[in-house]
């Protein structure tokens, strides 16, 4: 079956550092993504791997070691506006067929 | 980047009744659009794939009688509830993609309520 796994709930401080984990068993793989959501809104992308490593973006990283079937997103500096949920999704399928499935998402609490 | 609308936003319906929401590409063409449903405090769910000029893909335990899809052009797919009771109250969202490897782009969500 699929199933991608997120913590549901984390908090952390203003300025901090925060890592949220996503595991995943998903029949195929083409991809993992990272979406932001905040409360009553549509998801916004934030990173993107298809191949083992760490991805870089400015306050964001993501790594994906594919034989674990592993990803993590790290924030850095945190700000009070990261506060909202993060979606993990793998891209499922065969080749061409950009079907993703969700994790249940994490919801991040930022305290001053 | 590119942007995806939805119409309406908000609606609100008696139990019986249809309702049809939008999804728009506007500054692309989207060869593909995705519905999903999310309720409350959990994840996306995919109900169908919408590719122009064919038939969706629903997934599984999805009733494509009740769920209509329309995607009739390469900036418009259509999700009409139809017969919509309470338990159809949800957040719908659509994204679309231009090709099939890239990123979807998400539409801001339409918010539906059935009394």
């Known amino acids: 079956g699929q199933n991608i796994d997120q913590p549901t709930e984390m908090t952390a401080t203003e300025g901090a550092i925060v890592q949220i984990n996503c595991t995943y068993q998903t029949s195929g793989f083409n991809g993992l993504f990272w979406y932001q959501q905040h409360a009553g809104e549509a998801p916004t992308f934030l990173s993107y791997n298809v191949l083992d490593g760490l991805e870089e973006k400015g306050r964001f990283s993501s790594f994906l070691s594919r034989s674990k079937g592993y990803s993590y997103l790290l924030l850095k500096e945190l700000q009070m506006k990261d506060s909202a949920s993060y979606l993990c999704?793998?891209?499922?399928?065969?080749?061409?067929?950009?079907?993703?499935?969700f994790g249940a998402g994490t919801r991040l609490a930022v305290h001053p | 980047g590119a942007v995806v609308s939805q119409h309406p936003s908000r609606v609100i319906c008696k139990s019986g009744t249809s309702v049809k929401i939008e999804c728009r590409s506007l500054?692309?063409?989207?060869?593909?659009m995705f519905w999903y449903r999310q309720f409350p405090k959990q994840s996306l769910m995919l109900m169908a794939t919408s590719n122009e000029g064919s038939k969706a893909t629903y997934e599984q335990g999805v009733e494509k009688d009740k769920f209509l899809i329309n995607h009739a052009s390469l900036t418009l797919s259509t999700l009409t509830v139809t017969s919509a009771h309470p338990e159809d109250s949800s957040f719908y969202i659509c994204?679309?993609?231009?090709?099939?490897?890239?990123?979807?782009?998400f539409g801001p969500g339409t918010r539906l309520t059935v009394l």
């Open positions: 500054d692309f063409q989207a060869t593909t």
């Open positions: 994204s679309a993609t231009i090709g099939s490897y890239n990123e979807q782009f």
């Open positions: 999704a793998v891209r499922d399928g065969p080749g061409g067929y950009n079907k993703l499935i």
